[in-house]
T-cell receptor
């Protein structure tokens, strides 16, 4: 059974700081997704990582995938308040059926 | 709007009542998925369809839950004899074999009182 674990689950940081969210998964997969979710809202797709060594960047967020280590990271650079949200990683079990991590609730303080 | 559409967005029901949710996928997407998300947790897979065929069901989908996709287009998820533990956000997503990802709808938030 595929398990996906995120670390940390809660993160409070100051604006302007850098931090990384980690996503570990238990079985082989070469597709991993990062989503953002605001309170009461649905999932907003951030990144789709499709191969080992994939790195994608959008604004202050950068995601990477190491399929050999079964690890993905979401790096936040010079955080701003607007990035406060819950971030989920999800691993494709096949046929785009996703197993999600528990989520990382990120709070960025002025 | 050509995204995944879910209806209703919110539903409050009394315990023991039946409820039905609808999902309209992106046009021509042949795969459709249902997930459930409880407060503070990540979404959990419930079931998925390829065209009108229901290919997989999670053990989370008890016999009170039934999903259909009669013509391979929209789908419905029915919960019979609702319980307070059914309170959650129900998310629908769709994809095609040509896509690298599934696209999520806005969700239906169910509250059982």
């Amino acid at each position: 059974e595929l398990k996906v674990e995120q670390n940390p689950l809660f993160l409070s940081m100051q604006e302007g700081k850098n931090y990384t969210i980690y996503c570990d998964y238990s079985t082989t997969s070469d597709r991993l997704y990062w989503y953002r979710q605001d309170p009461g809202k649905s999932l907003e797709s951030l990144f789709v990582l499709l191969s080992n060594g994939a790195v994608k960047q959008e604004g202050r967020l950068m995601a990477s995938l190491d399929t050999k280590a079964r690890l993905s990271t979401l790096h936040i650079t010079a955080a701003v308040h607007d990035l406060s949200a819950t971030y989920f990683c999800a691993v494709d079990e096949g046929a785009q059926k996703l197993v999600f991590g528990q989520g990382t609730r990120l709070t960025i303080n002025p | 709007d050509t995204g995944v559409s879910q209806d209703p967005r919110h539903k409050i029901t009394k315990r023991g009542q039946n409820v039905t949710f609808r999902c309209d996928p992106i046009s021509e997407h042949n795969r459709l998925y249902w997930y459930r998300q409880t407060l503070g947790q990540g979404p959990e897979f419930l079931t998925y369809f390829q065209n009108e065929a229901q290919l997989e069901k999670s053990r989370l989908l008890s016999d009170r839950f039934s999903a259909e996709r009669p013509k391979g287009s929209f789908s419905t998820l029915e919960i019979q004899r609702t319980e307070q533990g059914d309170s959650a956000m129900y998310l629908c997503a769709s994809s095609s074999r040509l896509n690298t990802e599934a696209f999520f709808g806005q969700g239906t938030r169910l509250t059982v009182v």
